[in-house]
């Protein structure tokens, strides 16, 4: 026998094994009546047959000049793997192996199995008849269905740690045909699961006062730093801390799916390179919405104060400031009626509003009384005159405005006054009212 010192790289021959010694070949020793072992032929057809076989299970002619062959053979056999026939059910995968095993096997075992039947959900796997452990994916989840169809699929016994709780799982390396499983993408050039697709699933509302919460909304996948964050169904809250009154606020998303968190910010937003909306200056931020503080430091969501935008998924908001009490006014230049008649609320740059004030008035003096909407302190539609025809009767008024206006927090109200000195105007039921995208 020789072997190979592999750090010389030379051929050596081992010592002499002991005469006597079982399981070895031996020359024998006269001296002692030790017979020299005979070499019969049915061993050496024995042991050429068996190299025979390897070379013709790799393709290779025999050829005795050739003394390579038997190594070229052996490379060629390893790559051939062994197809096993899955003589289970669907979900429920076996198949024997020649020998068979007899236990389960050390993690990295591969056995390749021409699968039967389409697995419809979570599976499992038996060979030669060992206890059956469930088939999990590249993401190391259970199968949800279609991941092993008809055809060649190549399995990896695993024990891991937090795999099956450590007790084993067969993984699927490859099926031919079936739906892949991989791992949640965390970074931006990962491949994503299915569940993963998609942006902007989200909207932002006000919880309360002093909360926000950021909710699914068709999926729950929100693009944060180049990498799909997955929401939780109860959503994401952000409780104020430190806040300034009558402020306006841009939310933002950061973190990770498995640590999302929601915080806010006077900076404003501007376009990554990704094409996603994010904080100016921090593209792990991402934009999901805008709010403003009343003057009491609180957050506010209500008709006569549309102040929480979405970013995403927005829709009409209607806001209105309905008041039944009575205003008077004698001013012959236009004032502010009352600042009771306000409605307060945002809106995005690319978003258009629709603003209009209507009610009724009366005056001590029969004639005219100029109604204008004003926003933001400047005229947003002309002024307008209504004349009441008698004394003690009323007339009604409306005006409205629709336009694009800067982003962030606007007011709008009405502006009144009377035609002449000593007159005195009345109004009443007078509804302010603007519609937003958000």
Not at 168 to 180: F, M, Q, T, Y
Not at 212 to 240: D, E, H, M, R
Request: hydrophobic share 40%; with cysteine.
């Amino acid at each position: 026998m020789y072997q190979i010192d592999n750090s010389t790289a030379v051929v050596t021959i081992p010592a002499s094994t002991a005469a006597g010694t079982p399981g070895f070949f031996t020359d024998g020793n006269p001296a002692t009546g030790v017979p020299a072992t005979i070499m019969p032929a049915e061993y050496q057809n024995m042991l050429m047959m068996e190299i025979i076989n390897v070379l013709v299970a790799a393709g290779v002619t025999p050829s005795k000049s050739n003394f390579t062959q038997l190594l070229t053979a052996i490379k060629a056999v390893n790559r051939q793997g062994v197809i096993l026939t899955d003589t289970g059910t669907a979900g429920a995968y076996a198949a024997a192996n020649t020998p068979s095993l007899t236990s389960l096997p050390a993690t990295g075992y591969i056995q390749r199995v021409n699968i039967a039947n389409l697995n419809p959900g979570a599976a499992t796997y038996s060979p030669d008849g060992l206890p059956p452990k469930p088939i999990y994916g590249l993401g190391l989840q259970p199968l949800q269905g279609g991941e092993l169809p008809v055809g060649v699929a190549v399995l990896m016994y695993l024990v891991q740690a937090g795999v099956n709780s450590g007790n084993g799982a067969w993984i699927v390396i490859e099926s031919l045909g079936g739906a892949s499983q991989v791992a949640p993408a965390a970074k931006s050039q990962h491949a994503v699961q299915l569940g993963q697709v998609g942006h902007g699933q989200c909207r932002l509302s006000v919880g309360s006062t002093t909360t926000l919460t950021l909710k699914p909304f068709n999926g729950s996948n929100v693009i944060v730093n180049g990498v799909p964050l997955q929401l939780p169904s109860s959503g994401v809250t952000y409780t104020a801390s430190g806040l300034a009154a009558s402020t306006l606020y841009y939310v933002y998303l950061s973190g990770t799916t498995a640590a999302p968190v929601l915080t806010v910010s006077t900076t404003g937003h501007s376009q990554a390179p990704s094409g996603v909306e994010t904080k100016t200056g921090d593209v792990t931020q991402t934009l999901v919405g805008m709010i403003y503080t009343n003057a009491s430091t609180q957050f506010v969501d209500s008709l006569a104060s549309r102040t929480c935008l979405n970013w995403f998924n927005r829709r009409n908001l209607p806001g209105a400031n309905l008041s039944s009490s009575t205003f008077t006014f004698t001013s012959t230049t236009l004032v502010e009626a009352s600042s009771a008649l306000r409605a307060i609320f945002l809106t995005w740059a690319d978003d258009g509003v629709d603003i209009s004030v209507a009610g009724y008035f009366t005056s001590s003096a029969i004639s005219a009384i100029g109604t204008q909407l004003f926003l933001d302190g400047a005229g947003a539609a002309p002024q307008q005159q209504s004349t009441i025809q008698s004394s003690g009767q009323s007339a009604s008024f409306s005006a409205r405005a629709v336009n694009f206006y800067t982003e962030g927090v606007h007011t709008a109200s009405l502006f009144v006054s009377v035609p002449v000195g000593g007159a005195t105007g009345t109004l009443v039921n007078v509804q302010t009212d603007v519609i937003v995208r958000g």
